[in-house]
């Protein structure tokens, strides 16, 4: 889980510093993928850990805290639109 976070970390990283398009682009696929595999590791974890009438739960704990994650980090910051 730590070598998908520390990927996830650099694609960002890269892709928020490019000026180049492709670069973006491709930094922004292998987020995605390694998003998913991070999702799939903690998924299965998460299954294994807890008895069989509990997974549910579990699940939406982890789903839950997830979507907190993503809603509690800074916002970029919005540039004004002149009308």
């Given at each position: 889980m730590l070598a998908f976070l520390g990927v996830f970390a650099v694609t960002h990283t890269v892709g928020a510093l490019t000026s180049d398009y492709g670069v973006l682009f491709a930094t922004r696929v292998v987020g995605a993928f390694v998003y998913a595999g991070f999702w799939a590791v903690a998924a299965a974890t998460t299954v294994s850990l807890v008895p069989?009438?509990?997974?549910?739960?579990?699940?939406?704990?982890?789903?839950?805290?997830?979507?907190?994650?993503?809603a509690a980090a800074p916002a970029k910051e919005r540039t004004k639109v002149a009308v």
């Open positions: 069989a009438t509990a997974r549910g739960k579990a699940m939406g704990i982890v789903a839950v805290g997830q979507g907190r994650s993503r």
